[in-house]
């Protein structure tokens, strides 16, 4: 039940007590104790000053409780459900167990309960047919119900009382507090969703201009538009470096907000990961050979396949292995693809020989627009999406990326994918033979 704001002011105790027993005698008795006729409640007003920071050196005169005796459990769920309709909830409430000939005060308790979660309960009783444990179970949660036994003295209520309608401000305050850090929450969510949304957007328009301006270079370089000179060839070609290197940017900065805003699409197959990876290991090494940068492959004898979108996972793979050639040396650099049966996952490891990521930034580089800056040559500076797609791209695969340290000294990319198993594609099969030939007969 959301809890609604009382008509008064937030540094204001609730004094609100409901008092609930079928003798008139210790109605009345409790009803003197916590609002005397003449008195000058100075524990309410001492605690008011530790709570709320009261600077105020002479004291007013403190408001006794606002007390609602009643004689029966009927009668005072009825006050509750009024007290709920007017704003004004009660702060805590004494409910005397045995109360014939109504309910009990353990069954009026519950409805209470329903009525008003945010109520402080008591039970008080000199005899009673419940134990202890049945109560705390039908009176949910512990931390609002308490038990008192009969006889209870003068002081003893009045402490209660005091203590239970602070904490039940303390609750109330805490609420609103939460409130207001939920809305701000669900804002910035928002907030964060329109940003995504305005990159995509704005993405896709750069996009096309950009395909544009790389097409006429293009067809410039080959000469389709005539001889060009040898020093603006040049020029050209810078120019529609520049623009791949800007497409590319785009490109992460569309990714991101798609994953952000979950339209990514998946277009998953059934991939044999040593085939995936030779392929694209055969693809990239002309990068490697140029550099005379070493690169491995070691795959297990028995094929391992994954169901996962390729373009993806070899988007992951030529990342990790594009940003490794960035930072070991040339001619002594060395990159090894290791592929893993895992049991129920398929582990890929990359490592490489470089100066590796030290401490906390091993979790920092998937963050969006972290980079850790430990080139070991002349390099382009991205845009530091890079990792933090592939960490997300793995993720929608239901699988892990992390890092460590390689123990021949860089860093060591782990993946883990989970396994598709050949006898479940298998299995697939015939189920879909079976259905087709049920529904020809």
Same mark, same amino acid.
């Given at each position: 039940?959301?809890?609604?704001?009382?008509?008064?002011?937030?540094?204001?105790?609730?004094?609100?007590?409901?008092?609930?027993?079928?003798?008139?005698?210790?109605?009345?008795?409790?009803?003197?104790?916590?609002?005397?006729?003449? %008195?000058?409640?100075?524990?309410?007003?001492?605690?008011?000053?530790?709570?709320?920071?009261?600077?105020?050196?002479?004291?007013?005169?403190? %408001?006794?409780?606002?007390?609602?005796?009643?004689?029966?459990?009927?009668?005072?769920?009825?006050?509750?459900?009024?007290?709920?309709?007017?704003?004004?909830?009660?702060?805590?409430?004494?409910?005397?167990?045995?109360?014939?000939?109504?309910?009990?005060?353990?069954?009026?308790?519950?409805?209470?309960?329903?009525?008003?979660?945010?109520?402080?309960?008591?039970?008080?009783?000199?005899?009673?047919?419940?134990?202890?444990?049945?109560?705390?179970?039908?009176?949910?949660?512990?931390?609002?119900?308490?038990?008192?036994?009969?006889?209870?003295?003068?002081?003893?209520?009045? +402490?209660?009382?005091? %203590?239970?309608?602070?904490?039940? +401000?303390?609750?109330?305050?805490?609420?609103?507090?939460?409130?207001?850090?939920?809305?701000?929450?669900?804002?910035?969510?928002?907030?964060?969703?329109?940003?995504?949304?305005?990159?995509?957007?704005?993405?896709?328009?750069?996009?096309?201009?950009?395909?544009?301006?790389?097409?006429?270079?293009?067809?410039?370089?080959?000469?389709?538009?005539?001889?060009?000179?040898?020093?603006?060839?040049?020029?050209?070609?810078?120019?529609?470096?520049?623009?791949?290197?800007?497409?590319? =940017?785009?490109?992460?900065?569309?990714?991101?907000?798609?994953?952000?805003?979950?339209?990514?699409?998946?277009?998953?197959?059934?991939?044999?990961?040593?085939?995936? =990876?030779?392929?694209?290991?055969?693809?990239?090494?002309?990068?490697?050979?140029?550099?005379?940068?070493?690169?491995?492959?070691?795959?297990?004898?028995?094929?391992?396949?994954?169901?996962?979108?390729?373009?993806?996972?070899?988007?992951?793979?030529?990342?990790?292995?594009?940003?490794?050639?960035?930072?070991?040396?040339?001619?002594?650099?060395?990159?090894?693809?290791?592929?893993?049966?895992?049991?129920?996952?398929?582990?890929?490891?990359?490592?490489?020989?470089?100066?590796?990521?030290?401490?906390?930034?091993?979790?920092?580089?998937?963050?969006?627009?972290?980079?850790?800056?430990?080139?070991?040559?002349?390099?382009?500076?991205?845009?530091?999406?890079?990792?933090?797609?592939?960490?997300?791209?793995?993720?929608?695969?239901?699988?892990?990326?992390?890092?460590?340290?390689?123990?021949?000294?860089?860093?060591?990319?782990?993946?883990?994918?989970?396994?598709?198993?050949?006898?479940?594609?298998?299995?697939?099969?015939?189920?879909?033979?079976?259905?087709?030939? %049920?529904?020809?007969?």
């Amino acid at each position: 039940m959301k809890l609604k704001v009382p008509n008064r002011r937030k540094k204001e105790l609730n004094n609100r007590i409901l008092l609930v027993d079928d003798e008139p005698l210790i109605l009345d008795e409790l009803g003197k104790v916590l609002s005397p006729s003449e %008195a000058s409640n100075t524990e309410l007003n001492e605690l008011e000053n530790r709570l709320f920071n009261n600077s105020k050196t002479n004291r007013r005169k403190a %408001a006794s409780y606002n007390v609602c005796c009643c004689c029966q459990g009927d009668e005072a769920i009825h006050e509750v459900e009024e007290s709920i309709e007017k704003n004004e909830p009660f702060a805590v409430a004494f409910i005397d167990i045995r109360m014939p000939p109504g309910p009990d005060g353990v069954s009026t308790a519950e409805e209470i309960r329903k009525l008003d979660p945010n109520i402080q309960i008591v039970m008080m009783t000199g005899y009673s047919d419940f134990d202890i444990s049945e109560i705390a179970h039908r009176i949910p949660p512990e931390d609002k119900l308490l038990y008192m036994q009969k006889p209870i003295h003068s002081q003893e209520i009045r +402490q209660f009382a005091l %203590a239970l309608a602070a904490k039940w +401000q303390s609750d109330y305050l805490l609420h609103l507090q939460n409130q207001k850090l939920t809305e701000s929450n669900e804002y910035l969510k928002e907030h964060d969703r329109l940003k995504s949304e305005f990159v995509m957007t704005v993405s896709h328009e750069l996009r096309t201009p950009l395909t544009i301006f790389k097409n006429i270079l293009s067809n410039a370089m080959a000469g389709v538009m005539g001889k060009v000179p040898p020093k603006l060839l040049r020029n050209l070609e810078m120019a529609d470096e520049a623009i791949g290197r800007l497409t590319s =940017i785009i490109n992460d900065f569309l990714d991101v907000s798609k994953l952000e805003v979950g339209k990514m699409k998946m277009h998953p197959e059934i991939l044999c990961v040593q085939h995936t =990876i030779e392929k694209l290991v055969e693809m990239i090494s002309f990068v490697t050979d140029s550099k005379n940068i070493q690169l491995d492959l070691q795959v297990p004898n028995n094929e391992l396949f994954i169901n996962a979108d390729y373009e993806q996972i070899t988007r992951v793979i030529n990342n990790i292995i594009e940003n490794a050639t960035k930072f070991v040396l040339e001619n002594t650099g060395k990159i090894l693809i290791e592929i893993e049966d895992r049991g129920e996952r398929v582990g890929i490891n990359i490592r490489d020989n470089g100066p590796g990521i030290q401490g906390d930034d091993k979790e920092k580089v998937f963050d969006r627009f972290v980079q850790v800056e430990k080139h070991v040559g002349p390099g382009k500076h991205g845009t530091g999406l890079g990792l933090a797609i592939c960490r997300d791209l793995i993720q929608l695969h239901s699988g892990r990326i992390w890092i460590e340290d390689n123990p021949g000294g860089g860093a060591a990319f782990k993946i883990l994918l989970p396994k598709y198993e050949p006898q479940e594609q298998k299995q697939n099969a015939l189920t879909t033979e079976s259905t087709e030939e %049920a529904v020809r007969v």
